[in-house]
């Protein structure tokens, strides 16, 4: 189905389908194209389970997602199906599309032309000045920017593009937005015309594995994936992976060979992706792409073949725990590390990094007093880790 809107009976029975058990985006695709809808989909789940060997299938019940449908209500969000025409058809043409997602904020700039923006969490002085300038270059050139509202670089895009619009994408449902204090960021991007989705339940709160699950719709809401700073196992990567699989174009920002937060980009680019140092390399090659339209992931490989093929087939959902997976066996730890890191906070040593930056943007960034900085830099320097430059930088030494 394509541009035709569910009506309410039909969009309650589409999320009762998504939210029952072992029901994923794939399984979801092929019981509506075989029953011819939600409703008699749900109708035959039972007899499916008796056939495979499973004695009790949870259903969720029209009263939950009623429920569900009215905590949306409350927080201003509306449930867009796959197919509908506010639905993004940049997202709609990868292979694990959520069937539904709730949408805070603008509809309309879903349609817009996106670029993601990721990157680390406690990303350097170098990479966040770096990440406010590119974003707002790309939102003055008419792009959404798209993140996962993670600390970090993911904060540093939002905020560059409150003006032109960008788009977050939650691990979480909207009641339990993560990290909590990105909260009144959050509600600005929605108050200046942008949007906040998610495909989890309203009070979902997220696990470490449900950041892979944001990241390919971080990816497949756009045309192209800009990796700012990633170390060599980080979530950014996997953003970076799943944009490659879905067809979209991935550019890297490259990195002193010193820094552990570069050595993922630094590989991107020794792996094939495009270097990224100013707007334009972004730009000039995602205009053709988006001339031609995003491009669908579906029939790249053979069925079975995906490298998160084994993720998002009998999708582990809310209250079920999965089957292992090879894709959450290897990410897993990624992604809890991640979440460790976000829990840390940022320190005024991880804005520092091999390359110089000003004391100035040191002050900017990490949010101290003049006073705080210099007394932190001077410890550093007296303890052998600090170099200084010309103009006020400083840099640490490996």
């Not at 589409?14 to 939600?38: C, D, K, M, Y």
């Not at 959520?98 to 993601?116: C, D, F, K, N, T």
């Not at 101290?368 to 210099?374: E, K, N, T, Y």
Request: one cysteine or more.
């Amino acid at each position: 189905m394509t541009g035709v809107r569910l009506t309410e009976e039909q969009r309650v029975d589409w999320l009762r389908l998504i939210r029952s058990e072992r029901i994923g985006p794939r399984t979801f695709r092929a019981l509506v194209n075989q029953h011819g809808g939600a409703g008699p989909a749900l109708e035959a789940l039972p007899e499916i389970a008796r056939k495979s060997g499973r004695l009790l299938l949870k259903v969720a019940t029209r009263a939950e997602a009623e429920k569900e449908m009215a905590q949306a209500a409350r927080l201003g969000a509306r449930f867009v199906a796959m197919g509908e025409p506010d639905y993004p058809k940049a997202l709609q043409a990868i292979d694990t599309a959520p069937p539904l997602i709730a949408v805070r904020g603008s509809v309309e700039i879903l349609s817009r032309p996106s670029v993601a923006v990721v990157g680390s969490r406690n990303a350097s002085a170098v990479g966040l000045t770096f990440t406010e300038r590119l974003s707002r270059a790309l939102g003055e050139a008419g792009y959404v920017v798209v993140s996962g509202l993670a600390r970090g670089v993911d904060t540093r895009a939002h905020r560059a593009t409150l003006a032109t619009g960008t788009v977050a994408v939650l691990a979480g449902g909207h009641e339990r937005i993560y990290p909590s204090e990105n909260e009144p960021l959050l509600n600005a991007i929605v108050e200046n015309g942008g949007a906040v989705v998610s495909e989890m339940p309203m009070g979902w709160e997220p696990r470490g594995r449900d950041f892979p699950r944001r990241n390919r719709i971080v990816s497949g809401l756009s045309y192209g994936v800009v990796v700012v700073e990633a170390a060599r196992r980080s979530g950014s990567l996997i953003t970076a992976r799943f944009a490659l699989e879905q067809g979209r174009e991935v550019f890297a920002v490259p990195g002193s060979p010193l820094d552990p937060r570069a050595e993922g980009t630094n590989d991107l680019i020794r792996d094939g992706a495009t270097l990224c140092a100013d707007v334009s390399h972004v730009t000039s090659a995602l205009e053709p792409l988006i001339a031609a339209g995003p491009r669908s992931d579906r029939t790249a490989e053979e069925p079975g073949s995906s490298w998160a093929e084994s993720l998002w087939d009998e999708l582990d959902l809310p209250g079920i725990e999965p089957a292992p997976s090879r894709m959450v066996e290897a990410f897993e730890g990624e992604t809890e590390t991640a979440v460790a890191l976000e829990e840390q906070g940022q320190s005024l040593l991880d804005l520092l990094g091999p390359s110089p930056v000003s004391v100035d943007d040191l002050v900017r960034q990490s949010g101290l007093s003049i006073r705080a900085v210099q007394t932190s830099l001077l410890e550093l320097e007296i303890a052998g880790r600090l170099e200084r430059h010309g103009g006020n930088a400083v840099s640490l030494l490996r």
